[in-house]
């Protein structure tokens, strides 16, 4: 069993920054990318972002290429998210989620965090 923790969430104003880190418990096989999906009221979850933990490959949804950054550290333990240029539609409740494939579909993604809370007012 992986499990993830999300932390990092919060209220930024139109145009600031928030970084979301996310904790994996442990490596396994199964855990080949990490990705950052998001879900605001009355919304479907969307992806955001992804990241191959062995090489660093990374994916974006077009709606954050340019303003978002995904990493990881170096002993591929946490996945972080560099969030710039904040917009009041990425108000949301952000997860990390584990697959062993590398993704952008939900349904491939086997370990799930908690979510953490994002709010951008304008």
């Known amino acids: 069993q992986v499990q993830l923790v999300e932390s990092g969430g919060g209220l930024a104003q139109a145009g600031g920054s928030l970084r979301l880190s996310c904790a994996i418990s442990?490596?396994?096989?199964?855990?080949?990318?990490v990705a950052w999906f998001r879900q605001a009221p009355g919304k479907r979850r969307e992806f955001v972002a992804a990241?191959?933990?062995?090489?660093?490959?990374?994916d974006y949804a077009d709606s954050v290429k340019g303003r978002f950054t995904i990493s990881r550290d170096n002993a591929g333990n946490s996945v972080y998210l560099q969030m710039y240029s904040l917009k009041p539609d990425d108000t949301a409740i952000y997860y990390c989620?584990?697959?062993?494939?590398?993704?952008?579909?939900?349904?491939?993604?086997?370990?799930w965090g908690q979510g953490t809370q994002v709010t951008v007012s304008s």
């Open positions: 989620a584990s697959s062993p494939l590398y993704t952008r579909v939900s349904g491939q993604f086997d370990f």
């Open positions: 442990r490596r396994t096989s199964s855990v080949y990318s």
């Open positions: 990241v191959v933990l062995s090489d660093e490959s990374t």
